[in-house]
């Protein structure tokens, strides 16, 4: 007989059960475990919820036995014990739930005329509880509770009680326990306290990043409107023969969605950026450490805020979505035939006052595309690498020094403003990344 005693809560409605639950605290006894139950409480008196909710938290194991009856309620409208079913669930003891099952004959006083309750409960049990079992018999009852409590104590054995002239003979062990737990909390603290003493040397790397300058005419640049639609009837009688309805037609159907014309501006006002505000990108990777730093790599992120690229990459204007002006080009076409004629009366220009006339109509063509040249600076141009993420990789660098990168990228400030860049570290001597972040104000 082991010295351990468990204490088992059994739990079921009680006259339906009873010769059941007399057999079920037999074999508990029999097994040498202390059987706990609703005999030693008012069960249906709520005024003893205290002493059962106490007994249930200090009880091993909990066996719930569901005949067919639900049982008197509580004052929340759930019978007692289902109520200390979901307590025990909740406190997360040991379940083991022995289900009758519903084809059993019972005589109507051993069962409930309207089983939806009952069921309702079954069901949450079934759900919840991992060892149910189903039941017929009172004997296949007493055999499935004897053998599921048995392995449950080998499986997952619980505090339990022992006699107290047994607690004294493990007296040596505890001592033993305890000195050997100082022992180690003392090695833990010396082992704390030289880890302090010792000076590490280690790199300490920098990230500098220079930032664009921009000035007043920074936000200059001249935005492409919408074109109004074309009419027939409003052209000049002198350019008719140039122009025709289906031309004007043609036109019109062609003006782009405001959507086209707004992304269009931005590809416009993104390479007057790059023309206008270019500059050189400095960043300056300095180890101020104690310690060479091997092998590191510095990935530099920056925001959608700021372009970057390549030194010498060129950036060509992007296509306007608006279509040529069939009245700008029957102009033309207009001022091309007046010089045909002028070349051919060149003679005359001084007698008939023709080069005046034609000084007038040259100017009335212009570029659909007029690109602003406010504030010209040195260009030069590079591709994106690696989107916006710079990778730089360097094979060692010494204590107290630094390295400047100043001729491979290009910057270009989009939005003015603060914008945050994510620097990422890693080198030998690092356990690992080193996040940190850039300010660059614009």
């Known amino acids: 007989m082991k010295s351990i005693k468990y204490q088992v809560f059994l739990s079921s409605t009680y006259s339906d059960l009873a010769e059941e639950r007399e057999s079920i605290i037999k074999a508990i006894l029999e097994m040498y475990h202390i059987p706990i139950g609703m005999e030693m409480f008012s069960a249906e ?48 003891i040991p379940i083991l739930a022995f289900v009758m099952k519903d084809t059993v004959s019972l005589s109507r006083d051993k069962r409930d005329d309207d ?25 296949q009852l007493i055999k499935s509770v004897s053998i599921s409590l048995m392995k449950q104590i080998m499986q997952k054995p619980g505090i339990g009680w022992i006699r107290g002239d047994k607690a004294h003979a493990d007296e040596a062990l505890s001592k033993e326990l305890t000195a050997l ?26 990230i500098d990043i220079v930032p664009p300058a921009i000035d007043e005419h920074f936000n200059s640049y001249r935005t492409t409107q919408m074109p109004e639609p074309l009419r027939f009837d409003s052209i000049e009688a002198h350019l008719l023969e140039f122009v025709s309805e289906q031309d004007i037609e043609k036109y019109n159907n062609s003006i782009p969605s405001q959507q086209d014309l707004e992304d269009y501006n931005k590809k416009c006002e993104t390479l007057y950026k790059i023309k ?55 102009q033309a076409k207009y001022v091309e035939q007046l010089n045909a004629k002028a070349t051919a009366l ?72 603060k914008h945050t860049v994510v620097v990422r570290v890693i080198c030998e001597e690092y356990d690992e990344i080193v996040n940190t972040v850039v300010e660059l104000n614009i």
Do not use: C
Not at 181 to 203: A, C, F, G, T, Y
């Open 45 to 92: 008196d709520e005024d003893q919820w205290e002493i059962i909710r106490r007994t249930i938290e200090v009880s091993d194991y909990y066996v719930l036995v569901l005949g067919l009856r639900y049982g008197s309620k509580t004052s929340e409208g759930i019978s007692f014990t289902q109520k200390e079913y979901e307590y025990a669930l909740d406190k997360n």
């Open 115 to 139: 089983l939806s309750e009952i069921n309702k409960f079954r069901e949450l049990v079934l759900t919840n509880s991992k060892m149910a079992q189903f039941w017929e018999t009172k004997d």
């Open 181 to 206: 737990s100082k022992e180690n909390r003392e090695l833990r603290e010396r082992v704390m306290d030289l880890e302090s003493k010792i000076s590490s040397k280690l790199p300490a790397m920098g």
């Open 276 to 330: 206008n505000y270019s500059s050189a990108l400095v960043i300056d990777v300095a180890n101020n450490g104690s310690a060479k730093a091997s092998n590191v790599y510095v990935d530099i992120e920056f925001p959608e805020g700021i372009l970057i690229y390549e030194t010498g990459e060129k950036h060509s204007e992007p296509k306007s979505p608006i279509p040529i002006n069939p009245i700008k080009r029957a």
């Open 346 to 417: 060149s003679g005359l220009h001084s007698r008939f006052g023709l080069g005046n006339e034609l000084m007038g109509l040259t100017n009335l063509v212009r570029p659909e595309f007029d690109f602003p040249n406010i504030h010209p600076i040195n260009q030069r141009w590079w591709t994106k690498l690696e989107g916006r993420k710079i990778t730089i990789k360097i094979d060692s660098l010494l204590h107290t020094r630094h390295m400047t990168f100043d001729d491979e990228y290009m910057v270009v400030p989009l939005i003015e403003g």
